[in-house]
């Protein structure tokens, strides 16, 4: 099983970016899935995440400007990020819960995109 995160880039205070997240392989389910980030220095923190019935939770410092989406069909991920800040900046990694069989689980990352948003 791989993931493999798409869509970081540099992109000015106040603007947009839109994260992308694909699981391949053997994927019988996929259970949690969500976005962490780590800036230099920094611990990895949690962004969001999103269950597979749709729930979901957002760190207090992207409320209202992040939105998190999933499509189970295409076992993909989205991050859609508004108003972005420069303390935004960050390598912004995918993380899933994902089951090759009906009884294992294991949790796996994305490679990792760059965030960086100018002032």
């Not at 798409?6 to 392989?25: K, N």
């Not at 994927?27 to 980030?37: A, H, K």
């Not at 760190?59 to 499509?71: E, N, P």
Request: hydrophobic share 35%; proline share 2%.
């Amino acid at each position: 099983v791989q993931l493999q995160a798409s869509g970081g880039g540099l992109v000015q205070a106040g603007g947009s970016l839109r994260l992308s997240c694909a699981a391949s392989g053997s994927v019988f389910s996929i259970n949690v899935v969500g976005w962490y980030r780590q800036a230099p220095g920094k611990q990895r923190e949690l962004v969001t995440a999103i269950t597979s019935g749709g729930s979901t939770n957002y760190a207090d410092s992207v409320k209202g400007r992040f939105t998190i989406s999933r499509d189970n069909a295409k076992n993909t991920l989205h991050l859609q990020m508004n108003s972005l800040k420069p303390e935004d900046t960050a390598v912004y990694y995918c993380n899933a819960a994902i089951a090759s069989t009906y009884w294992d689980e294991y949790d796996y990352w994305g490679q990792g995109t760059q965030v960086t948003v100018s002032s």
